[in-house]
């Protein structure tokens, strides 16, 4: 009963039908064969056409197998790639003003974050001209973030080199805040790790992840993660934005200019 089943589900779907003909060919040559119905020469006419089908219906397996090894080679490879420290650390950024210029929320985070926002500061003037929302995020001067950054840096003695790295950074934002769009806070430590988020909650959404180091001559590593491919740890770090947010203070007049005397 199952092979009946099996043969007419395979007539129906149209599959195995190379198999059915060989053997149905071969049942009525063999048949006719024994009966001496047909001449000897048709016999063996027939038996080679059948072992000629037989060999090519062998053919097709024999190249799928072959095809599936060579794709598990090169998934393998693919994997391995990704599993390497290159696959997805690089000290090297990828240009993202093409894609700044068509976010509607672009956030920041990092130590003094002075050459990112030199990178883009044009960039972000357009943005906020159009009405996308900004959000940086950096250590604030006036606390005891500058002089951690100099121990983790192992420089202990130069924690100015960090304050004013950052004064540096607010000079440039001063010059944009005039935009209600744009908003400045102060963390009173240091960041775990340097975050660029476009549209971070979209499947579009980009956000780079800039990994601190102690000391280092080369730029930090870091990796990008993708709002489709990567939903979940976008979703992770957007939390981890939105923590760092709550825990910093506002920037004050007194951050934006600090040598004006009230």
């Known amino acids: ?11 129906g779907t149209g599959k195995n039908l190379e198999i059915y003909v060989t053997a149905l060919i071969a049942l009525v040559v063999g048949v006719l064969g024994v009966f001496d119905k047909v001449d000897a020469k048709v016999v063996g006419a027939a038996t080679l056409a059948t ?61 003094t974050l002075g050459r990112t ?51 540096s950074t607010l000079y440039m934002l001063r010059d944009l805040h005039t935009e209600e769009r744009l908003e400045v806070r102060l963390l009173p430590f240091l960041p775990g790790f340097g975050m660029l988020m476009l549209d971070p909650a979209d499947d579009d959404g980009v956000i780079q992840i800039e990994m601190g180091t102690h000391h280092s001559p080369t730029r930090n590593p870091g990796f990008t993660l993708d709002g489709r491919r990567d939903r979940d740890w976008c979703r992770h770090f957007i939390g981890e934005f939105d923590g760092l947010w709550e825990a910093a203070r506002e920037v004050t007049d007194a951050d934006w200019y600090p040598t004006q005397r009230g």
């Open 1 to 11: 009963m199952r092979l009946l089943e099996r043969l007419r589900a395979d007539l």
């Open 51 to 111: 072992l000629a089908l037989v060999a090519v219906n062998a053919l097709g397996p024999r190249h799928q197998v072959a095809e599936l090894e060579e794709r598990v080679v090169e998934l393998s490879r693919l994997v391995e790639t990704k599993l390497a420290g290159d696959g997805f650390l690089s000290d090297e950024r990828a240009d993202l003003r093409e894609r700044i210029a068509r976010a509607d929320d672009i956030r920041f985070t990092g130590v």
């Open 117 to 167: 926002i030199r990178a883009y500061v044009d960039d972000l003037r357009k943005s906020l001209e159009r009405g996308a929302s900004v959000k940086v995020l950096v250590i604030d001067p006036a606390g005891t973030a500058p002089a951690e950054a100099a121990r983790i840096c192992l420089i202990p003695d130069q924690s100015e080199v960090f304050e004013h790295r950052v004064r």
